[in-house]
């Protein structure tokens, strides 16, 4: 840079004196549709099944088949098509999954369905 430090450039900022805007804003009211209960509950399934199918396909994440457990999909079928979508999603896994699936099945009773974007 420069050989003397009484050269070297500064940045200025100028404000303006606006009287408008009161000391302190009012925060704004937001409705939430989903409680942080569900969203937790959801969040904590999600992270078991992600750790179960590491241990169903007995390798790392990266060599995991293409594999997507929707939740929401499976809350729209009964219990015997729950079932069986899940046999179905994992019938390239050479363990026995009967573990699993019940695991899963009984986590997901109560849980509500999601819409719209907050669903990925």
Same mark, same amino acid.
């Given at each position: 840079?420069a050989?003397?430090p009484?050269?070297?450039?500064?940045?200025?900022?100028?404000?303006? *004196?606006?009287?408008?805007?009161?000391?302190?804003r009012?925060?704004?009211?937001?409705?939430?549709?989903?409680n942080?209960? *569900?969203?937790?509950?959801?969040?904590?399934?999600?992270?078991?099944? *992600?750790?179960?199918?590491?241990?169903?396909?007995?390798?790392?994440e990266e060599?995991?088949?293409?594999?997507?457990?929707?939740?929401?999909?499976?809350?729209?079928?009964?219990?015997?098509?729950?079932?069986?979508?899940?046999q179905?999603?994992?019938?390239?896994?050479?363990?026995?999954?009967?573990?699993?699936i019940?695991?899963?099945?009984?986590?997901i009773?109560?849980?509500?369905?999601?819409?719209?974007?907050?669903?990925?």
């Amino acid at each position: 840079m420069a050989s003397e430090p009484s050269t070297q450039s500064r940045v200025m900022f100028q404000t303006t *004196d606006k009287t408008e805007e009161p000391a302190h804003r009012k925060l704004g009211k937001l409705t939430v549709k989903y409680n942080r209960k *569900d969203l937790q509950r959801r969040l904590d399934i999600e992270e078991w099944i *992600d750790g179960q199918l590491h241990l169903l396909f007995d390798c790392e994440e990266e060599e995991i088949p293409e594999l997507e457990i929707d939740i929401d999909e499976l809350l729209e079928l009964s219990d015997e098509g729950q079932r069986s979508r899940l046999q179905e999603l994992l019938q390239e896994c050479g363990k026995p999954k009967e573990d699993f699936i019940n695991g899963l099945l009984y986590r997901i009773k109560g849980l509500r369905k999601m819409s719209g974007p907050l669903k990925k």
